[in-house]
């Protein structure tokens, strides 16, 4: 069974206090979906699917167990969800604390069949960002400013519109298709 290592931090304002866990999907799901009462964001918990060498930094990052995606506008919960499942692909997917029904914001979460390594990290990001074009047209998008491999994500609060939901599919092949960005980017760079 695939265990996904991930790093816990009790607040944003104590970013070198790590808790490192490992988990099963069920457990992680658990996890992120767990029933917290709102509190102010400066002393929400947070996540990383990364595992750190020293304090939490992108040159830190030893690797990452699964792909996380933001989405703060264009697209629905339930569009999202729909073209996952239509596609057979598992995620776990929750609302964060800004969402509301007018302005929809909430996370998709991606297992790996094994952990990137952090100097591959780019190329399964942009991978990400190609398949997120593949799943649901060309204009697509999500917050790209969540690339860096030392990301940190807030734990689900429920909130009065509170939503989640947990996706049974398959895990795609990240790796196949970050080295399959590397490639075109290697290319590119030799014939210039």
């Known amino acids: 069974m695939r265990l996904y290592n991930i790093t816990g931090f009790p607040n944003?304002?104590?970013p070198n206090r790590q808790i490192k866990m490992c988990y099963s999907w069920n457990i992680l799901e658990m996890f992120l979906f767990k029933e917290r009462r709102p509190v102010h964001k400066l002393k929400q918990c947070a996540w990383s699917p990364a595992q750190f060498d020293g304090a939490r930094k992108k040159g830190n990052v030893t690797g990452i167990s699964c792909l996380v995606i933001d989405v703060d506008e264009k697209h629905t919960m339930y569009e999202v969800g729909a073209n996952l499942m239509i596609r057979d692909v598992k995620?776990?997917?929750?609302?964060?604390?800004?969402?509301?029904p007018e302005k929809e914001k909430?996370?998709?979460?991606?297992?790996?069949?094994?952990?990137?390594?952090?100097?591959?990290?780019?190329?399964?990001?942009?991978?990400?960002?190609?398949?997120?074009?593949?799943?649901?047209?060309e204009d697509a998008i999500f917050d790209f400013s969540t690339k860096d491999a030392s990301r940190l994500y807030f734990v689900g609060y429920h909130t009065e519109y509170w939503s989640?939901?947990?996706?049974?599919?398959?895990?795609l092949n990240w790796h196949k298709r970050a080295t399959a960005?590397?490639?075109?980017?290697q290319k590119e760079e030799k014939e210039r």
């Open 164 to 171: 989640c939901t947990s996706i049974d599919g398959k895990i």
């Open 106 to 137: 909430f996370r998709v979460i991606l297992p790996m069949a094994d952990d990137a390594p952090a100097e591959e990290w780019p190329y399964y990001y942009e991978a990400l960002g190609l398949w997120w074009k593949e799943l649901l047209g």
């Open 12 to 14: 944003i304002l104590q």
């Open 181 to 185: 960005v590397k490639r075109q980017r």
């Open 91 to 100: 995620a776990l997917m929750h609302t964060s604390v800004s969402h509301t």
